[in-house]
């Protein structure tokens, strides 16, 4: 007779009770901190390298969740006003800094990052700083290049824009090479920008010498709605309804990157990530150009990018610090770079690749433009109303709407909004 | 047999409880919050009636309230119309008919995110199918809910899409629920098939009439998620809608208290018209 167990009641019991106790040890071993980290809905292959390279240098996870634009500052509106833990690091917006800081969503971060702060290019720590505290750290600054298809300038006969910034194009100068080449039977238009907001577009006015904010960053009736924005914003109106030369409706960056690609747009003003971003159309063969200007007025490019913060009542603050500690290293840096190609923050990278990667003639303009042209966006805490009935409002302008009726209608409802700050 | 006077309201506790946690407290929460303003640091604070007299001086308030008032006179009779002529046309017994009914009620099947982000692709100017057609048959490109002419029409035609087949099933029902023997009546009293229907059909669909218009009313003045998605309250403001405004105020703009008085303001609009649909479509019974 072989050896048998009576499982009854009790030995049921013991062996539920011994497994619960073994799992919870197990699960206890197996738990590891995991920061949720709203991201940028950049590609997969840009942002997880990233995220991997600080597991494995530090063992904490990093749990991305990549967001397209709007939704993204959407998203952080919510979580940060429900003032809870979450999320444990965030990206900010640049201009944004000023609006999370003035309400409490953003720790402090110069005792933190000390001895690492005189490494950064002084425009961008500005960009991140509130009330003279750094409260989000820059991951890189940004700047504008024109992309030209060379093949579709090759067929209409047209010389290629020079990449020299002192021979930059004028708006006006462009405008007949964009005529040129929009050819309506081939859907295949002369020029548009990638984006459709105020970081793309404000450069139009600013060029001409607008003001697009009152001078306590408080105000918009006046500037937004005023002579010169109209001025500016009829001509880009013009450029979609009148000369026909751009696609209307198209807002999202990936579309109008798709349409440059594909050979279906002569001309694009767009960012250094497109340098990177380009390389899967093969049948691609572009050149850079300076971003115009007009005529007998000032060259004016858009600037500033995105910073990291930590949210103040995080649950893993030590975690959390300790990801913003490694991103402002060289190594962490230099990896970012390589990932989407944003001009960097921090001035070894600048000069470490001084003679392989930015020999390139686009990172010449680059270097010229940050130097000379790079304007940032207007500095107010209202910067989010600011820049969000602005944007539907030019997108508005492109599909037709009259353009002071539209100025005037934003400029009504930023100032309704900025009360609260005043 | 164990009995009390508490039995029936034991019974009736849990779907109580559930009314009172998920409906009645946040809807006085939200009466109650939208008399509070909140500090930037998040502070709450008791403002009174200054939510709802800011709001009563904006012109932008005033404007949605307009267009969601327009876009709900429009879109209510038309659901409810379409959704009786489906059921009407699917009532009838005929070859395939499983296959009409089903065609017509999957889209309820698309949530509504999925659906306004695929018709934000099929009405696009220029690459979208439904443009191409327009082209190709001679009518030309529309830019739909990129005009401030068509946004609000395109919206309607979107939630259409989505809702007739719903809102069709309930009609369905109503329609099998007439007992054959009255219309047997009508016809034996030489009736023609046009007085049936305005007879017999019409005043016995009362109920589910009712139902559906109420139903859809609430759920139409609610309306959010293609705004948000496609339309963003443009362009120029055409399809500003409440709820759209209520959430922007809240998530865009971090004002709680005016977001809080929007919704108090379209609660109490919805609870007027359907108290009035009621009274519309009272059976002669309750008239009495």
């Known amino acids: 007779m072989g050896f048998s167990m009576h499982i009854g009641r009790r030995q049921f019991l013991a062996g539920a009770a011994t497994l619960a106790v073994a799992g919870s040890i197990g699960r206890a071993a197996a738990q590891q901190v995991t920061l949720s980290a709203p991201w940028m809905g950049w590609p997969e292959e840009q942002v997880a390298p990233l995220m991997a390279a600080f597991e494995k240098a530090t063992g904490i996870r990093i749990s991305a969740e990549r967001l397209p634009i709007t939704e993204l500052f959407r998203t952080l509106e919510v979580r940060l006003q429900a003032r809870n833990e979450l999320p444990d690091v965030y990206l900010v917006d640049g201009p944004l800094t000023a609006s999370y800081a003035a309400r409490g969503h953003l720790l402090a971060l110069n005792d933190m990052l000390a001895d690492s702060m005189d490494g950064f290019l002084p425009t961008t720590i500005t960009q991140g700083t509130f009330d003279d505290k750094l409260f989000a750290m820059p991951l890189g600054t940004s700047s504008q290049l024109m992309f030209y298809n060379k093949k579709l300038f090759a067929d209409a006969g047209i010389e290629l824009p020079s990449a020299k910034p002192e021979e930059r194009l004028t708006w006006e100068e462009l405008l007949p090479i964009a005529q040129k080449l929009t050819k309506a039977e081939t859907s295949q238009f002369g020029f548009a920008f990638e984006n459709t907001n105020p970081y793309q577009l404000l450069p139009l006015p600013q060029s001409k010498g607008v003001e697009v904010i009152g001078p306590d960053g408080l105000t918009a009736s006046g500037y937004v709605d005023g002579e010169g924005m109209v001025a500016a914003m009829t001509w880009y109106q013009e450029l979609f309804q009148t000369h026909k030369v751009g696609p209307v409706g198209t807002f999202q960056t990936g579309v109008t990157q798709e349409m440059f690609g594909s050979g279906k747009l002569a001309m694009m003003i767009g960012g250094t990530w497109n340098l990177l971003g380009f390389k899967k159309f093969e049948t691609l063969d572009f050149g850079v150009a300076p971003h115009p200007y007009f005529a007998n007025a000032k060259a004016v490019t858009p600037t500033g990018s995105w910073h990291i913060g930590i949210n103040p009542r995080t649950a893993h603050m030590e975690q959390a610090q300790a990801f913003v500690r490694w991103l402002s290293t060289r190594e962490a840096m230099d990896l970012w770079f390589d990932l989407r190609q944003y001009p960097p923050s921090l001035e070894t990278i600048w000069d470490e690749r001084a003679q392989t990667t930015f020999v390139d003639p686009a990172w010449e303009i680059v270097r010229h433009e940050l130097a000379n042209t790079a304007t940032p966006r207007p500095r107010t805490p209202a910067y989010r109303e600011y820049e969000d009935f602005l944007r539907t409002a030019m997108q508005d302008i492109q599909t037709g709407a009259d353009v002071q009726v539209t100025l005037t209608r934003a400029a009504q409802s930023i100032d309704r909004e900025m009360r609260k700050y005043r | ?288």
């Open chain 2, 1 to 288: 047999m164990i009995s009390s006077r508490w039995t029936p309201f034991l019974f009736l506790a849990p779907a109580l409880a559930g009314l009172l946690i998920f409906r009645l407290a946040p809807i006085a929460v939200a009466v109650g919050g939208s008399f509070a303003g909140v500090s930037l640091m998040g502070d709450l604070s008791f403002v009174g009636g200054e939510n709802f007299e800011y709001l009563f001086t904006d012109p932008q308030f005033w404007s949605s309230l307009k267009i969601t008032l327009w876009f709900n006179l429009l879109i209510n009779p038309l659901q409810l119309g379409i959704a009786f002529g489906l059921a009407v046309l699917v009532f009838r017994p005929l070859p395939g008919l499983w296959l009409y009914r089903t065609l017509l009620v999957l889209p309820m099947a698309v949530s509504t995110g999925i659906s306004a982000v695929l018709f934000g692709l099929f009405l696009d100017a220029n690459l979208g199918p439904l443009n191409g057609f327009l082209e190709w048959v001679g009518i030309g490109a529309q830019p739909f809910h990129r005009s401030e002419d068509q946004a609000l029409f395109t919206l309607i035609g979107i939630a259409t899409w989505k809702g007739a087949g719903y809102w069709m099933l309930f009609m369905l029902a109503g329609l099998y629920s007439i007992p054959a023997t009255v219309y047997e009546a009508a016809t034996i009293d030489g009736a023609s098939a046009w007085q049936r229907f305005r007879y017999v059909t019409l005043p016995l669909m009362r109920k589910p009439m009712a139902f559906v218009l109420v139903a859809d009313t609430a759920i139409n003045f609610l309306f959010f998620a293609p705004v948000y998605i496609l339309t963003s309250g443009g362009p120029g403001g055409a399809t500003s809608l409440l709820m759209f405004e209520a959430y922007r105020s809240a998530f865009t703009f971090s004002d709680i208290g005016r977001s809080l008085a929007i919704s108090t303001i379209l609660l109490g609009i919805i609870l007027v018209i359907v108290v009035l649909e009621f009274r519309l479509l009272r059976t002669p019974e309750e008239r009495a």
